[in-house]
């Protein structure tokens, strides 16, 4: 996370150095201005996503995470999490946070994978704007060519990686979030 904060950091002056020379304070601090007006539009929504996500940690016992989601429940938690993945509303600041948290309550990485790749393929609340602006037909053959990408995402990434990636992740996001609390 450190890192990731730097680079960005990093671009971020870097992006501002290209807008001093293009078009001075003016423009530098038009950038600064877009960008504090984009975090003014989307901080609500964050705050919520964290918030559920910190509220489903607490609420859904591990034990049931495990018994639901995890290595136990098989093809079973695959499809209940793409079914989740699927319904889900909100864009990646809602529905990462509660992958994460889905995995550190012991969720197999498959089914978190199946649950990020259905939200990405599925996602129920877009389908009227979908059909509007491409047509039923277009909308209907997409989500029949991509209906299985969730489950065999999920069953790769099983087979693939297994538990030893779910730890290492967990201890990751263990590790991201002391850090955060000492900061």
Known sequence: MRNTTIGMAVVAVI??????VQGGLKLVSRGFANGGQMLL???PLL??????AGLIQTLVSQEMIKKWLGKESGFKGLLLGAVAGALIPGG???????AASFLMGGAEIGTVLAFVTAKNLWTLSRLPMEIALIG???TLVRYVITFAFPILVGLVANAVYGEK????IRHQISEISKKGEEA
């Open 165 to 168: 990636m779910s730890q290492r």
């Open 136 to 138: 039923s037909h277009i």
């Open 92 to 98: 990646p600041y809602v529905f990462y946070p509660i």
């Open 47 to 52: 705050l919520v996503a964290f918030l559920v």
């Open 15 to 20: 992006l501002t150095i290209l807008a001093y």
């Open 41 to 43: 539009q989307v901080f």
